[in-house]
Nanobody
Framework: QVQLVESGGGLVQAGGSLRLSCAASGRTFSGSAMGWFRQAPGKEREFVAAINGRGVSTYYADSAKGRFTISRDYALNTLYLQMNSLKPEDTAVYYC????????????????WGQGTQVTVST
């Protein structure tokens, strides 16, 4: 059974950093695009970042560019999101996702989702 488990969330002051991890189990996702999404209270889930199956190409929402870095460790079957210069508007539940295809596309929806990890940025 496929399982995605996020960790690394927490409470941080504005300007601080957090590193989210997503450990995948049940199968290897080395050939699949993976991504991070987030959902703030009262808002729809939104795309944050994605990385292709080979790990060469990455994609970011405008809000994440220059501050967040997505990466993956194939040996550990783990996805990461390094978040720097955090802002209060980054407060949300962050979800890890896996696509059924190797390449990220805005038109594709992820196939698997994690349960999410809360990130709270205080002023």
């Amino acid at each position: 059974q496929v399982q995605l488990v996020e960790s690394g969330g927490g409470l941080v002051q504005a300007g601080g950093s957090l590193r989210l991890s997503c450990a995948a189990s049940g199968r290897t996702f080395s050939g699949s695009a993976m991504g991070w999404f987030r959902q703030a209270p009262g808002k729809e889930r939104e795309f944050v970042a994605a990385i292709n199956g080979r790990g060469v190409s990455t994609y970011y929402a405008d809000s994440a560019k220059g501050r967040f870095t997505i990466s993956r460790d194939y040996a550990l079957n783990t996805l990461y999101l390094q978040m720097n210069s955090l802002k209060p508007e980054d407060t949300a539940v962050y979800y890890c996702a896996v696509y059924a295809v190797p390449y990220y596309s805005r038109q594709n929806n992820p196939t698997y989702w994690g349960q999410g990890t809360q990130v709270t940025v205080s002023t």
